[in-house]
């Protein structure tokens, strides 16, 4: 729990941004939180909590304190003839979190695999993938007040859950540290196959009985085939959120654009893929020096080594008026700039 001073943030963040944070300390549990929120040195300053540091995009120094997460913990238990509980720390990586439900031959999150960050960051943009949300399998979460440092229950009506959306993006944004989340899971699964290409990758991989880890080891190969590793490309996955139009807008497109790909939503209206806006604008693949768009995935934003965080956050910003311009469609980021 030492408060550390001038901490370079590079390591933190996936997109591999070198800037500092002015004070720096980690936490194990919500005691040393609440400790931590006490110090005099850091009252009155903007508090940023990082898990796994893969939706964020720094573009400048924090001159605040950064609080790295390490909660770890997953425990499971029965609540009826149908469901377990499972609560898991915020510190875990997540994708740990779906290895663990499989091993425990529980449905519900198979379609959620392979998604950077760690449980504590899953709840505040509601992560989904493969026509899955997380609020689909939500029960409740824990979290910490920042100026009282009293421990708070949210269920999933006061979350506020939308499309990437929670509570904790808008009315309660930088009041809250999540430290654990509930999920009800199904012993019988029902699976979704239907959305993406889950249903041919399981074909191609010859899987004669669905099952939750079959439909994970799918979504798995579709994402490593599509998403650069951080690792070795700096990036923060998906950088705009699917846009969601009016039929009447979506007919309009199609008019003009007749292999245009589209999903429909549970509110009525028509999801369209960003990356495919972005690679019909011509910004797949393109490369400004230390930064650019990713070769295979245009939804992809990337650091090549030494990019600054403006110059991504720039491309981001022409990104969005060229397909404003070209769609009439107005993108919005999905990663988090600070």
């Known amino acids: 729990m030492e408060l550390q001073r001038d901490i370079s943030l590079r390591a933190y963040n996936t997109f591999g941004m070198d800037v500092k944070a002015r004070f720096f300390a980690t936490f194990s549990n919500v005691g040393e939180l609440q400790d931590l929120l006490r110090l005099p040195e850091l009252q009155n300053l903007p508090h940023l909590i990082l898990g796994g540091g893969s939706n964020i995009l720094f573009t400048q120094d924090f001159e605040g304190v950064v609080l790295k997460n390490n909660i770890l913990g997953i425990e499971t238990t029965e609540l009826d003839a149908d469901y377990y509980l499972v609560k898991a720390s915020s510190g875990v990586a997540w994708h740990d979190l779906v290895v663990y439900t499989l091993e425990q031959e529980l449905g519900g999150l198979e379609n959620l695999s392979l998604i950077p960050g760690t449980v504590g960051a899953a709840p505040l943009q509601n992560i989904g993938a493969y026509g899955v949300e997380l609020k689909d399998v939500f029960e409740s979460l824990e979290a910490v007040h920042l100026a009282s440092g009293e421990l708070q229950t949210f269920n999933a009506e006061q979350c506020k859950f939308g499309y990437r959306e929670s509570i904790f993006k808008h009315e309660l944004k930088g009041q809250y540290i999540v430290v654990s989340v509930t999920l009800r899971l199904r012993k019988k699964p029902v699976f979704n196959t239907s959305y993406g290409a889950i249903t041919q990758t399981l074909v191609s991989m010859q899987v004669v009985e669905i099952n939750a880890r079959a439909i994970s080891e799918a979504v798995c190969q579709i994402r490593r085939s599509k998403l650069p590793d951080p690792t070795q490309i700096g990036n923060a996955g998906s950088f705009f959120k699917n846009p969601e139009i009016s039929i009447t807008q979506f ?87 600070i």
């Open 251 to 337: 007919q309009a497109l199609q008019q003009d654009y007749p292999t245009i790909p589209s999903y429909p939503t549970a509110t009525g209206q028509v999801k369209v893929p960003a990356g495919w806006l972005i690679e019909q604008a011509g910004w797949k693949g393109r490369r400004f020096e230390a930064y650019g768009v990713h070769k295979d995935q245009a939804l992809v934003l990337v650091n090549y080594g030494g990019a600054q965080g403006n110059q991504v956050k720039d491309l981001a910003h022409q990104i969005i008026a060229s397909v404003q311009e070209k769609f009439g469609i107005q993108l919005q980021p999905e990663v988090n700039i």
